[in-house]
T-cell receptor, first 115, second 109 residues
Framework: DTGVSQDPRHKITKRGQNVTFRCDPI?????LYWYRQTLGQGPEFLTY????????KSRLLSDRFSAERPKGSFSTLEIQRTEQGDSAMYLC?????????????FGEGSRLTVL | DAKTTQPPSMDCAEGRAANLPCNHS???????VYWYRQIHSQGPQYIIH???NNETNEMASLIITEDRKSSTLILPHATLRDTAVYYC??????????FGPGTRLSVLP
């Protein structure tokens, strides 16, 4: 399977713990996005990378959230001191080319439950 | 905020055409109309996009009104596997994709 892969698919954690999600985009896609989705809502944009550079961050991305894409390939999204409100599906997407445009290829998502 | 409005839900009989409307009355000249869908427990999937001409691919057809203030996504022969949430998005190069709540399409046997 050469699609976008995300790991883990499910994570249950206690409030206050740190969690990290990994996204492997489609090979040679130089744009990578993170979205968050809560029940009954559409995906909400969190952040975007062009190669290794993080070019845009939503105000939804509080100081407890950090995303990296160190070598312009896979990306990680870390949430520190998790809160119950962080419970959501975290979606990663990639696309080819330059700028924010075109078709996004999404992964299956990582579902976070904070107890 | 999303620049589109869609009905929250629709039903369609299996084998019939599903016509999903979208209003985007504030669309600007360089903004495209994109459609994605999300099947339960999966990530969104790209369907089609267009600027002002009607478009067709193997999945669907996109009809955009002449004034570009609304569009319709047509699934010509809906199947049970087309049951999903369908998102209509107005998108300009250089901006991120803003998803609204979409339309929940239920294809009924």
């Amino acid at each position: 399977d050469t699609g976008v892969s995300q790991d883990p698919r499910h994570k249950i954690t206690k409030r206050g713990q740190n969690v990290t999600f990994r996204c492997d985009p489609i090979s040679e896609h130089n744009r990578l996005y993170w979205y968050r989705q809560t029940l009954g809502q559409g995906p909400e944009f969190l952040t975007y990378f062009q190669n290794e550079a993080q070019l845009e961050k939503s105000r939804l991305l509080s100081d407890r959230f950090s995303a990296e894409r160190p070598k312009g390939s896979f990306s990680t999204l870390e949430i520190q001191r998790t809160e119950q409100g962080d419970s959501a599906m975290y979606l990663c997407a990639s696309s080819p080319g330059q700028g924010i445009s075109g078709e996004l290829f999404f992964g299956e998502g990582s579902r976070l439950t904070v107890l | 905020d999303a620049k589109t409005t869609q009905p929250p839900s629709m039903d369609c009989a299996e084998g019939r055409a599903a016509n999903l409307p979208c209003n985007h009355s504030t669309i600007s000249g360089n903004e495209y109309v994109y459609w994605y869908r999300q099947i339960h427990s999966q990530g969104p999937q790209y369907i089609i996009h267009g600027l002002k001409n009607n478009e067709t691919n193997e999945m669907a057809s996109l009809i955009i009104t002449e004034d570009r203030k609304s569009s319709t996504l047509i699934l010509p022969h809906a199947t049970l596997r087309d049951t999903a949430v369908y998102y209509c998005i107005v998108h300009n190069y250089g901006q991120n994709f803003v998803f609204g709540p979409g339309t929940r399409l239920s294809v009924l046997p």
